[in-house]
């Protein structure tokens, strides 16, 4: 090869080298095939999707296949949704983080190998469900906010305090409302309701 020819070799094969290792990098990682809400379309999500952060602990933000969805780990740890029903007065379990309402239910129990969220999985995380340590997947709606957001966790694979103080400045972005009460705020209302 001459002098002359192998300047020009490396000038046009590297960019094809690179523009080959983009594409097969980007096949790496399918979007997350989530369903939208409802409510998907609401103008009010649009602050909420802006606001989201870029990564959860070490589960990085994906692509989704839906308006108003968000995914974070490979395969995906949590799925959130905006625009879902808010839910009305309830006897499940309610938390507050970081000023955010959420209200808990558990969909399965921290059992090995059992399906993760939307059917999406994720990669070992921190662990720790919604105040019982036992893994599993939980599906957390905000409270008091229209429209609201709801979040599928796998606990086993990602630390649910961790989601929730980390989306809170994001869900945030939804005005609240209302807020939960428990028992002891039964106590100081008034006997009339």
Request: net charge neutral; glycine share 12%; with cysteine.
């Amino acid at each position: 090869m001459s002098a002359r020819s192998h300047p020009r070799a490396a000038r046009y094969g590297i960019p094809a080298a690179l523009v080959a290792l983009v594409a097969a990098l980007a096949g790496c990682s399918a979007p997350v095939s989530v369903q939208p809400a409802a409510g998907a379309a609401d103008p009010a999500c649009a602050p909420l999707m802006l606001a989201l952060p870029d990564a959860i602990g070490d589960a990085r933000l994906r692509t989704t296949t839906s308006q108003a969805t968000a995914a974070w780990g490979d395969p995906a740890a949590v799925v959130l949704r905006c625009g879902v029903p808010a839910p009305g007065p309830t006897t499940d379990r309610c938390v507050s983080v970081n000023g955010v309402d959420w209200v808990i239910r558990q969909d399965s129990p921290g059992t090995p190998g059992a399906p993760s969220p939307a059917g999406a999985g994720g990669s070992p995380g921190t662990g720790g469900s919604p105040g019982t340590g036992d893994g599993g997947t939980y599906t957390l709606t905000t409270f008091g906010r229209e429209p609201a957001t709801e979040l599928l966790l796998d606990a086993s694979r990602a630390s649910s305090a961790t989601v929730l103080a980390t989306l809170s400045p994001a869900v945030s972005k939804v005005p609240a409302t209302r807020h939960c009460v428990g028992q002891e705020d039964l106590a100081t209302l008034p006997a009339n309701g």
